[in-house]
């Protein structure tokens, strides 16, 4: 069974200090992950997905396979980065089946 | 482009009830899925629909089932409602059957009282 878990509900930083979400996933075969992200009062979109390699507000995610990890880091948080933040996963031949982590608020404080 | 867009957003049913949710993906998108948003459960995926084919389901019982249009609208239908059944119901497009970003709407509160 296909499993994603984010550890943290809740992570405060402070506005400049650097940012990891923790994802951590389970799956038999090769993945594809996605950080989705939902603003207050907006509606939940993707903000990178590992295949891309790229940069997407200054957040990155880097897969590592040995670890089953797909963390998402920013070096300097910014006030607009508090939302909620969703780890996803799809496997070959399901690709609009996402399974997703419980989430983590990012709270970004001054 | 419009984005993907669902009716009605808020509605309250009571136990016992059936309901019928509808989503209009992004013009071009012939794939539709669906999925359940609860505190206690999160995000599951309910079904996905392309070309008017069901292509996979999650684990929900049979009281929810869902159609794709020729135009590749959809809706989704929830029998016999239960209390267990609020939730944020969230429909998703994407133009292709694989490989492409995945969009979302903004979800229909059901609340069963």
Redesign the interface.
């Known amino acids: 069974a296909q499993r994603v878990t984010q550890p943290e509900k809740l992570l405060s930083v402070f506005k400049g200090a650097p940012v990891e979400l923790k994802c951590n996933y389970s799956y038999s075969g090769s993945p594809e992950l996605f950080w989705y992200v939902q603003y207050s009062r907006q509606?939940?979109?993707?903000l990178l997905?590992h295949i891309s390699r790229e940069s997407i507000k200054g957040f990155t995610a880097d897969l590592n396979k040995g670890e089953t990890s797909f963390h998402l880091k920013k070096p300097f948080a910014q006030e607009e980065d508090s939302a909620m933040y969703?780890c996803?996963l799809t496997g070959s031949g399901?690709?609009?089946?996402?399974?997703?982590?419980?989430?983590t608020r990012l709270q970004v404080t001054l | 482009k419009a984005?993907?867009t669902q009716t009605p957003r808020y509605l309250i049913k009571t136990r016992g009830q059936q309901v019928t949710l509808s989503c209009s993906p992004i013009s071009g998108h012939r794939?539709v899925?669906w999925?359940q948003q609860t505190p206690g459960q999160?995000?599951?995926?309910l079904f996905?629909y392309?070309s008017e084919t069901q292509?996979?389901k999650?684990n929900f019982p049979g009281r929810f089932s869902g159609r794709q249009f020729s135009n590749s609208r959809s809706e989704m239908n929830v029998s016999t409602l239960e209390l267990g059944d609020s939730a944020l119901y969230?429909c998703?497009s994407?133009e292709g059957?694989?490989?492409n970003?995945?969009?979302?709407?903004?979800?229909s509160w059901l609340t069963v009282v």
């Open positions: 509606r939940l979109q993707l997905r969703y996803a399901t690709a609009s089946k996402l399974t997703f982590g419980t989430g | 984005g993907v794939s899925s999925y999160g995000l599951q995926f996905e392309f292509r996979n999650g969230l998703a994407r059957a694989v490989g970003t995945i969009y979302f709407g903004e979800g």
